[in-house]
Protein backbone atom coordinates (compact mmCIF):
# COMPACT_ATOMS: atom_id res chain seq x y z
CA UNK A 1 0.00 0.00 0.00
CA UNK A 2 2.91 2.32 0.84
CA UNK A 3 4.50 2.10 -2.99
CA UNK A 4 1.46 3.92 -5.04
CA UNK A 5 1.79 6.37 -2.31
CA UNK A 6 5.57 6.75 -3.50
CA UNK A 7 4.60 6.84 -6.88
CA UNK A 8 2.02 9.60 -6.29
CA UNK A 9 4.22 11.51 -4.74
CA UNK A 10 7.19 11.31 -7.60
CA UNK A 11 4.26 12.34 -9.68
CA UNK A 12 3.59 15.24 -8.31
CA UNK A 13 7.04 16.08 -7.40
CA UNK A 14 8.00 15.47 -10.95
CA UNK A 15 5.49 18.17 -12.06
CA UNK A 16 7.24 20.78 -9.61
CA UNK A 17 7.45 21.36 -6.31
CA UNK A 18 4.28 21.35 -4.27
CA UNK A 19 3.07 24.94 -3.36
CA UNK A 20 1.03 24.95 -0.17
CA UNK A 21 -0.98 22.17 -1.40
CA UNK A 22 -1.81 22.90 -4.72
CA UNK A 23 -1.41 19.61 -7.18
CA UNK A 24 -2.37 21.57 -10.26
CA UNK A 25 1.10 22.64 -11.67
CA UNK A 26 -1.11 25.57 -13.57
CA UNK A 27 -2.43 26.76 -10.63
CA UNK A 28 0.25 28.91 -8.39
CA UNK A 29 -0.35 29.82 -5.15
CA UNK A 30 1.60 31.72 -2.68
CA UNK A 31 1.93 30.76 0.25
CA UNK A 32 2.22 33.51 3.26
CA UNK A 33 2.30 30.68 6.25
CA UNK A 34 -1.55 31.35 7.31
CA UNK A 35 -4.95 30.23 5.42
CA UNK A 36 -5.07 31.84 2.25
CA UNK A 37 -8.43 33.03 0.68
CA UNK A 38 -9.88 33.76 -2.80
CA UNK A 39 -10.60 37.30 -1.61
CA UNK A 40 -8.22 39.96 -2.19
CA UNK A 41 -9.83 42.24 1.01
CA UNK A 42 -12.19 40.98 4.09
CA UNK A 43 -15.73 42.07 4.06
CA UNK A 44 -18.53 42.01 6.31
CA UNK A 45 -21.12 39.04 5.95
CA UNK A 46 -24.41 40.16 3.85
CA UNK A 47 -27.24 38.79 5.74
CA UNK A 48 -28.19 36.68 8.71
CA UNK A 49 -27.40 32.96 8.85
CA UNK A 50 -30.47 32.10 10.94
CA UNK A 51 -32.64 33.29 7.45
CA UNK A 52 -30.38 30.08 5.54
CA UNK A 53 -31.28 29.05 2.89
CA UNK A 54 -32.79 32.22 1.36
CA UNK A 55 -35.20 30.30 -0.93
CA UNK A 56 -39.19 29.93 -1.55
CA UNK A 57 -40.87 28.18 1.62
CA UNK A 58 -42.16 24.66 1.22
CA UNK A 59 -44.81 25.85 3.11
CA UNK A 60 -48.01 26.94 1.25
CA UNK A 61 -49.89 29.31 4.51
CA UNK A 62 -48.74 30.57 7.89
CA UNK A 63 -49.47 29.76 11.27
CA UNK A 64 -50.45 31.98 14.00
CA UNK A 65 -47.99 31.94 16.77
CA UNK A 66 -49.42 34.07 19.29
CA UNK A 67 -53.04 34.62 20.06
CA UNK A 68 -54.74 37.26 22.80
CA UNK A 69 -55.23 36.37 26.27
CA UNK A 70 -58.97 34.99 26.68
CA UNK A 71 -62.20 36.49 28.42
CA UNK A 72 -63.80 33.89 29.41
CA UNK A 73 -66.54 36.41 30.12
CA UNK A 74 -66.92 37.11 26.58
CA UNK A 75 -68.64 34.99 23.83
CA UNK A 76 -66.69 32.69 21.62
CA UNK A 77 -65.33 34.65 18.93
CA UNK A 78 -62.44 34.88 16.28
CA UNK A 79 -59.17 35.79 18.23
CA UNK A 80 -56.37 35.97 15.06
CA UNK A 81 -56.88 36.14 11.13
CA UNK A 82 -54.24 34.53 8.63
CA UNK A 83 -52.08 36.99 6.51
CA UNK A 84 -49.08 37.24 4.77
CA UNK A 85 -46.55 39.76 3.92
CA UNK A 86 -47.17 39.67 -0.29
CA UNK A 87 -44.68 42.12 -0.95
CA UNK A 88 -43.47 45.89 -0.31
CA UNK A 89 -44.17 49.25 -2.17
CA UNK A 90 -43.25 53.04 -1.22
CA UNK A 91 -46.04 56.13 -0.82
CA UNK A 92 -45.45 59.77 -0.17
CA UNK A 93 -46.98 61.27 2.60
CA UNK A 94 -47.44 64.86 4.38
CA UNK A 95 -45.67 65.00 7.80
CA UNK A 96 -48.25 66.46 10.36
CA UNK A 97 -45.25 66.81 13.43
CA UNK A 98 -44.74 70.55 14.44
CA UNK A 99 -41.28 71.31 15.91
CA UNK A 100 -39.74 68.81 13.00
CA UNK A 101 -37.53 70.02 10.01
CA UNK A 102 -40.53 68.06 7.97
CA UNK A 103 -43.42 69.56 9.36
CA UNK A 104 -45.60 70.39 6.11
CA UNK A 105 -43.40 68.28 4.05
CA UNK A 106 -43.71 65.57 1.47
CA UNK A 107 -41.23 62.42 2.41
CA UNK A 108 -41.28 59.11 1.19
CA UNK A 109 -41.96 55.80 2.88
CA UNK A 110 -41.91 52.16 2.54
CA UNK A 111 -45.10 49.78 3.03
CA UNK A 112 -45.69 46.09 3.43
CA UNK A 113 -48.30 44.66 1.41
CA UNK A 114 -49.88 42.51 3.13
CA UNK A 115 -52.49 39.88 2.12
CA UNK A 116 -55.41 38.31 4.13
CA UNK A 117 -56.80 35.85 1.55
CA UNK A 118 -60.84 34.88 2.40
CA UNK A 119 -61.11 32.60 5.44
CA UNK A 120 -63.14 29.58 5.62
CA UNK A 121 -64.31 27.78 9.41
CA UNK A 122 -64.08 24.46 9.11
CA UNK A 123 -64.38 23.56 13.07
CA UNK A 124 -63.09 24.68 16.32
CA UNK A 125 -60.76 23.30 19.14
CA UNK A 126 -61.49 23.06 22.50
CA UNK A 127 -58.85 23.33 25.05
CA UNK A 128 -58.43 22.91 28.89
CA UNK A 129 -56.13 24.12 31.20
CA UNK A 130 -53.27 21.79 33.00
CA UNK A 131 -50.66 23.47 35.36
CA UNK A 132 -48.55 23.38 32.13
CA UNK A 133 -50.50 25.22 30.48
CA UNK A 134 -53.44 24.66 27.87
CA UNK A 135 -53.67 21.76 26.57
CA UNK A 136 -56.50 20.20 23.43
CA UNK A 137 -58.99 18.81 24.33
CA UNK A 138 -61.00 18.23 21.58
CA UNK A 139 -61.61 19.00 17.54
CA UNK A 140 -65.10 19.62 16.25
CA UNK A 141 -65.60 19.56 12.44
CA UNK A 142 -67.86 21.18 10.38
CA UNK A 143 -70.49 18.58 9.18
CA UNK A 144 -70.54 19.68 5.14
CA UNK A 145 -67.07 20.49 3.84
CA UNK A 146 -67.34 21.63 0.42
CA UNK A 147 -65.05 20.63 -2.30
CA UNK A 148 -62.51 23.60 -2.60
CA UNK A 149 -62.20 22.87 1.47
CA UNK A 150 -61.28 19.11 1.08
CA UNK A 151 -58.95 19.53 -1.55
CA UNK A 152 -56.59 21.91 0.50
CA UNK A 153 -56.09 19.04 2.72
CA UNK A 154 -54.53 16.83 0.56
CA UNK A 155 -51.33 16.79 -1.72
CA UNK A 156 -52.56 14.77 -4.87
CA UNK A 157 -56.60 15.73 -5.05
CA UNK A 158 -57.70 14.94 -8.58
Known amino acids: ATAPVAILGQAILAQGPLVCGSSNPSRVLVCSGKAMSH ?3 ERPRHG ?3 FAP ?13 FPKDDPSKAPHFTAFMSYKAGMSHIVRDVDRPGSKLHKKEVAESVSIVETPPMV ?3 F ?3 VETP ?5 LTSVWAG ?4 EVKRRFYKTWH
Not at 56 to 62: E, I
Request: glycine share 14%; hydrophobic share 30%.
Open 39 to 41: RKF
Open 48 to 50: SLG
Open 54 to 66: RKRTKHRFGKIKS
Open 121 to 123: VVG
Open 125 to 127: VGY
Open 132 to 136: RGLRA
Open 144 to 147: HLSE
